[in-house]
């Protein structure tokens, strides 16, 4: 399922803890696809604390608390790592990750908690949702089967890279648009992960983020910056994005295009073409963000209008789109773009 899909999903849980209607969620999926980051995102959305539990890294005595004597009898200690109204708040996540790298023991522990949201004498907060997410058997990772008794208290989502929900993502959290633009050219690597191989570093979304970073810090050393592109997706794609990030010198002026002159040139190589339209993208949402959204939007759409490829326009357009919204349709050029590229068909 697509990320996007996956957000709605658990926002919709989230939110249902309030008329009782959540149920736990499970999320499936290799790694580096962006399962912790969807949990966080959705908790920032609500401004909600996320309690992130590591239960790979626990005993079954750490969610169960230590016992200790009161009078003649013996209770439990409630770890403080466990939701509290008082302390976390009235609403918010507790998050399971590695839920499938803790051994079975500790799986155990966490059954009642999350079927019945209470552990012995400790009880889950009405408001807080519960959400879980691993790594699938066959992903290299160190992963136990889950047992079926946890299997069925959750609902199971398995998540998926999308190259469109990515683009989104990293034009709202500021990627280099060098690395959008290459990841259009070379769809393919968003995600391409060989469990058979076992790689160390492999293209990923989580690892494209990284990429972005060795952008920042390496651009400036032509002698690092393959190296430490490697060193986050691995050898091959490395090899290939600083072949990419080396071809951009022959890019048109932006600026111009911005400008409107009708005069700025339409590079007649495929792969500039996908690195100006990300570089494009990355403009306009700028400009709305600094009140001149208009102008440059409309000088944007001109441009897209004179790409030979329609479909690269139409792919510029509707990263837009994806970007900033309805407003894009209030351009008056949007009309007369939207015309010359009727029989193209636009899709989600």
Same mark, same amino acid.
């Given at each position: 399922m697509r990320p996007t899909q996956i957000l709605t999903i658990l926002d919709r849980e989230f939110s249902s803890t309030r008329e009782g209607h959540h149920t736990p969620v499970m999320l499936w999926g290799p790694p580096g696809v962006g399962k912790s980051d969807m949990v966080r995102e959705v908790g920032a959305q609500h401004q909600a604390p996320v309690i992130d539990i590591r239960l790979s890294q626990m005993e079954p005595s750490d969610l169960r608390?230590?016992?200790?004597? =009161?009078? =003649?009898?013996?209770?439990?200690?409630? #770890?403080?790592?466990?939701p509290d109204a008082t302390r976390h708040g009235a609403t918010g996540i507790l998050f399971l990750d590695e839920i499938t790298s803790a051994p079975p023991s500790v799986s155990a522990a966490a059954y009642q908690l999350i079927l019945d949201r209470r552990l012995g004498e400790y009880e889950v907060p009405t408001g807080w949702a519960i959400f879980a997410?691993?790594?699938?058997?066959g992903d290299r990772g160190v992963t136990y089967s889950m047992p079926a008794p946890l299997a069925n208290?959750?609902?199971?989502?398995?998540?998926?890279?999308?190259?469109?929900?990515?683009?989104?993502?990293?034009?709202r959290n500021q990627i280099d648009e060098r690395i959008i633009g290459f990841l259009r050219f070379r769809p393919e690597l968003l995600f391409d992960f060989d469990p058979a191989?076992?790689?160390?570093?492999?293209?990923?979304?989580?690892?494209?983020?990284?990429?972005?970073?060795?952008?920042?810090?390496?651009?400036?050393h032509p002698q690092l910056l393959q190296g430490s592109l490697q060193a986050c997706?691995? #050898?091959a794609a490395g090899v290939e994005l600083t072949a990419f990030v080396n071809s951009l010198d022959k890019m048109?002026?932006?600026d111009a295009i911005l400008a409107g002159d009708s005069d700025v040139p339409v590079p007649t190589e495929v792969d500039l073409q996908y690195a100006v339209a990300a570089a494009l993208v990355g403009r306009g949402i700028r400009a709305g963000e600094n009140g001149e959204a208009g102008t440059a939007l409309g000088h944007i759409l001109d441009y897209a209008s004179r790409? #030979?490829?329609?479909?690269?326009?139409?792919?510029?357009?509707?990263?837009?789109?994806?970007?900033?919204?309805?407003?894009l349709f209030e351009v008056p050029?949007?009309?007369?773009?939207a015309q010359l590229v009727s029989d193209v068909m636009l899709y989600e």
């Open positions: 608390g230590i016992p200790f004597h =009161s009078g =003649s009898l013996v209770e439990w200690a409630v #770890p403080a790592i466990l997410a691993g790594n699938r058997q208290r959750f609902s199971h989502f398995e998540v998926e890279a999308h190259l469109d929900d990515w683009a989104l993502w990293a034009y191989h076992n790689p160390v570093a492999f293209p990923s979304p989580r690892s494209w983020e990284f990429a972005h970073r060795a952008l920042q810090k390496f651009a400036d997706v691995g #050898p048109p002026d932006l790409f #030979p490829q329609r479909e690269m326009g139409v792919m510029l357009v509707s990263d837009l789109h994806r970007a900033i919204g309805a407003s050029q949007f009309g007369d773009w």
